[in-house]
């Protein structure tokens, strides 16, 4: 299925990737899927920046999807399906 992914206030990541935003050709079903498959398409320094120590996405990305839900690390096996967007994003707190 095609998946669109989009990559806001991730400079290393749209480096990398040649872009902002990519669409995928996409085998998996899951938003976890999804994240695996970015991790291993375009290597270590991605899987450095986005996963933790255990090997999930690190707590300090958020995941939109279709630009209405916000999906939680608990959510991570939410089906995709064809024509999906997926915003990935850091949130940075402050004042």
């Given amino acids: 299925m095609k998946i ?3 990559f806001l206030s991730l400079p290393i990541v749209t480096k990398i990737v040649g872009g902002k935003s990519l669409s995928l050709n996409f085998s998996g079903q899951t938003v976890d899927d999804l994240v695996s498959e970015i ?17 999930k996405l690190d707590r300090v990305f958020k995941i939109l999807l279709n630009k209405k839900e916000w999906i939680s690390r608990d ?16 949130l940075i707190g402050g004042g």
């Fill in 4 to 6: 669109s992914v989009e």
């Fill in 39 to 55: 991790v291993n398409k375009y290597g270590e320094k991605v899987r450095r920046f986005f996963l933790d120590e255990s090997g």
């Fill in 75 to 90: 959510q991570m096996n939410k089906t995709l399906k064809e024509g999906d967007q997926v915003t990935i994003m850091m």
